[in-house]
């Protein structure tokens, strides 16, 4: 089972931020999180990862709080295109490298 | 970098008959490719682990002699669906983790298997 909690659905208008939550009570401190979105039909795209510092890159920020229970994924200026559902994973790479999906947010932007 | 291919990307088949779904990584090296199936509003479940050279990992309930797995070379792993039946109808994707980047998978664009 996916260890990781994350709210069914989110809206978000085009052009504002999308901030996507993920809760991860029992995460262990060898796990990372990592963040996947998967467009309707298409194979999941990788978006970023941390263990426990704050992260950035071109496609967005990742922020995991300090006791690293929860995280947020941050796309700064969601366009139509980042309309997709978005997976937060815990993975650790003593368990044979193996990633269990969740359900993931599926997230709306909307014009 | 770091691109994953999938041939073909959509495939019907009659009941009975074996299709084979190739996964190629195409600007780096992978020892370790994943399979995956993911039914209509569900997430992604893998099936099993393919090692270059070596046998595949198979998932609890993942029957080995139906979905044969092959992973030749350190560019490509083969899934064939063998004997198909209308309930293997699904979206299978691939994953490959890159030799020098052993934490994060690259995904393919997946195939959508449908069996008549």
């Known amino acids: 089972d996916a260890k990781t909690t994350q709210p069914p659905s989110m809206d978000c208008a085009e052009g504002r931020a999308a901030n996507l939550p993920c809760n991860h009570s029992?995460?262990?401190?060898?796990?990372?999180v990592y963040w996947y979105r998967q467009i309707h039909s298409q194979g999941p795209q990788y978006i970023i990862h941390?263990?426990?510092?704050?992260e950035t890159n071109e496609m967005a920020s990742l922020i995991i709080t300090e006791d690293r229970k929860s995280s947020t994924l941050i796309l700064p200026h969601a366009t139509l295109r980042d309309t997709a559902v978005y997976y937060c994973?815990?993975?650790?790479?003593?368990?044979?490298?193996?990633?269990?999906w969740g359900l993931g947010t599926s997230l709306a932007v909307n014009p | 970098g770091a691109v994953v291919s999938q041939h073909p990307s959509r495939v019907i088949c009659k009941s009975g008959t074996s299709v084979k779904i190739e996964c190629r990584s195409l600007?780096?090296?992978?020892?370790?490719m994943f399979w995956y199936r993911q039914f209509p509003k569900q997430s992604l479940m893998l099936m099993a682990t393919?090692?270059?050279?070596?046998?595949?990992?198979?998932e609890q309930g993942v029957e080995k002699d139906k979905f044969l797995i092959n992973h030749a070379s350190l560019t490509l792993s083969t899934l064939t669906v063998t004997s198909a039946h209308p309930e293997d109808s699904s979206f299978y994707i691939c994953?490959?983790?890159?030799?020098?980047?052993?934490?994060?998978?690259?995904f393919g664009p997946g195939t959508r298997l449908l069996v008549l």
């Open positions: 393919s090692n270059e050279g070596s046998k595949a990992t198979y």
């Open positions: 941390g263990l426990k510092n704050n």
């Open positions: 994973i815990l993975y650790n790479a003593g368990n044979n490298r193996k990633l269990i």
């Open positions: 029992t995460i262990s401190g060898n796990e990372y």
């Open positions: 994953s490959a983790l890159p030799l020098t980047d052993q934490e994060t998978q690259y």
């Open positions: 600007d780096f090296q992978a020892t370790t």
